[in-house]
């Protein structure tokens, strides 16, 4: 056990706050009388907001804005724990940081979050979308075609706001992020994976520690959901493997199956045009990396390598 206080390092918005604070009643509860601090670091993206989207987490220019910081402080021993939403956190390994847990995975699927109560197939051709997601926009112009996509900017609360005020009919945030900011009361409705896959790591907490600290590596072991860390390792090979662009459109869902067996789900699509890929693979979960790694080689054999040097 740690003698000091175990100290987490995170983002300052409401939605890391409240991971943060996910992570600190798991590790309450496991070991009852275990002291933790929390340590709120301001990053890049935090600083410049105007970035946009910058979820595929993968390399791109400006990549890791939202957890750079977080990884400073903690290969400088400020922190002892790096608190992630995992879909922001880059493929590549930083030497002497492991991802060591990735907490219980929320629902996956997006959601669209409507002005008047009206669904998608409720909106009238050249209705207002918002999305500040290019996987989220090239996936969705398949099923609505007659829909003006639209930027948005900001945090949950800025976006819901902005919907509210009529500059839009409506917007596309994940789930998992609405849930954990008490704001599932925004959802109209649920978006299927099959209409729009998630991007890799979305609905998942992970948590990095210093690869040298065994006794931290221990404390934070109760926070590991093996099935859902089966899942992301599996999503994050494909990503690694594609080496997508920050304006490329990258999906992958790693589903889980009986019988100790994974499905990943890819999709990555052309962004300056209607031309996409799409498939799936079943595995072994114990072959999770390999698993990623083969769909990737898959679609690059079948021309992904076009749309991703776009």
Request: charged share 25%; proline share 7%; with cysteine.
């Amino acid at each position: 056990m740690i003698a000091a206080p175990l100290r987490l390092g995170t983002r300052g918005s409401p939605l890391a706050l409240a991971q943060a604070t996910l992570v600190e009643r798991t590790l309450a509860a496991a070991h009852p009388g275990l002291v933790v601090e929390r340590i709120v670091i301001r990053t890049t993206g935090d600083r410049a907001p105007q970035t946009g989207s910058l979820e595929t987490g993968g390399p791109m220019p400006g990549k890791g804005v939202f957890v750079k910081e977080i990884q400073e402080a903690l290969l400088a021993q400020v922190v002892d724990v790096a608190v992630h939403s995992l879909k922001d956190l880059p493929v590549e390994p930083v030497p002497g940081l492991t991802l060591a847990a990735v907490l219980p995975r929320e629902d996956v699927r997006d959601a669209f979050c409507s002005r008047d109560g009206r669904t998608l197939d409720e909106l009238e051709p050249g209705a207002r979308v918002a999305t500040g997601s290019l996987r989220r926009e090239t996936q969705l112009r398949r099923a609505y075609p007659h829909f003006a996509f639209v930027p948005i900017r900001g945090n949950v609360d800025t976006r819901l706001r902005k919907v509210r005020e009529g500059q839009a009919e409506g917007t596309i945030l994940a789930r998992a992020g609405l849930v954990r900011l008490g704001l599932e009361a925004a959802v109209t409705e649920l978006i299927p994976a099959a209409v729009c896959l998630p991007a890799p790591g979305q609905g998942a907490i992970g948590c990095e520690v210093r690869s040298d600290d065994r006794v931290t590596g221990d404390v934070i072991r109760c926070l590991d959901h093996p099935a859902t860390m089966t899942a992301v390792v599996a999503e994050r090979a494909f990503l690694r493997r594609l080496g997508g662009g920050c304006r490329t459109p990258i999906a992958a869902w790693g589903q889980p199956e009986p019988k100790g067996t994974i499905t990943l789900h890819g999709f990555v699509g052309n962004p300056r045009g209607p031309e996409f890929l799409a498939s799936s693979v079943t595995g072994p979960a114990t072959g999770a990396e390999a698993l990623g790694t083969r769909l990737a080689e898959r679609f690059l054999a079948e021309g992904a390598a076009a749309f991703l040097t776009e």
